[in-house]
């Protein structure tokens, strides 16, 4: 079948940002053909027209959660273990409800997710929306700390800036103030610092602002 050999989708799949290739089904070709060009390839094998396990659930989702650019997932046919572990996806990350996943799956692939796959989604519904906020609370935190250590390296390497760092008055300039962006989501916006300068030579005076960064 040489219109299906890796080969053939290769140029298709560089077109179109695919970066990594999920096989669900037995290894009928060698993966390195794919690897070999540059692509990440992961076998995660389950029986045709069942169920994937928890393992083979969380590790589909980690997987796609971790690359970047676009995913290619296949099986034999590409419609019951494809379409299943697509629409866990859509429940935890987009929060559809199962019936939802599986005719948005239904109707970008006609004949996706088959007889025991139906009532599994079901079942795993709650679990994936809860796997989801988790997620998303996580994503926040880490998105919070970010913008604290770039905070705290603005000040670690912020410089004097004006004529007072020149005078001999003996005092020290020093950073009052690093304004930071607003935090939509887990998006850092915008960073910047601005120093001001201490001393007797500033005829203003030492001034200080800040603004609270609210978590949303």
């Known amino acids: 079948y040489p ?41 995660l094998f389950f029986t045709d027209g069942s169920c994937p396990s928890d393992t083979i659930m969380k590790r589909f989702l980690q997987i796609c959660e971790q690359s970047v650019g676009a995913i290619a997932v296949h099986c034999k046919a590409g419609l019951g273990r494809t379409g299943t572990l697509i629409a866990c996806y859509l429940m935890k990350h987009y929060k559809f409800n199962s019936r939802e996943a599986i005719a948005w799956c239904r109707i ?33 935190h880490l998105a919070t700390r970010r913008i604290k250590m770039t905070s705290d390296d603005s000040v670690k390497h912020a410089k004097p800036t004006g004529d007072d760092q020149l005078s001999n008055s003996g005092t020290q300039p020093g950073v009052n103030q690093v304004v930071h962006g607003d935090v939509p989501g887990s998006q850092v916006d915008e960073v910047t610092d601005s120093t001001v300068i201490n001393g007797e030579n500033n005829p203003d005076g030492p001034s200080s602002s800040s603004r609270q960064i609210e978590e949303p």
């Open 108 to 140: 970008c692939r006609p004949g996706s997710i088959i007889g025991p796959q139906q009532h599994w989604l079901d079942v795993v519904e709650s679990i994936c929306w809860q796997s989801g906020e988790i997620y998303r609370v996580n994503q926040r």
């Open 3 to 43: 219109l299906h050999a890796p080969e053939a989708y290769i140029p298709y799949f560089k077109k179109h940002n695919v970066t990594t290739i999920i096989r669900l089904n037995k290894k009928i070709y060698d993966s390195k053909r794919f690897t070999e060009t540059g692509f990440a390839h992961h076998d």
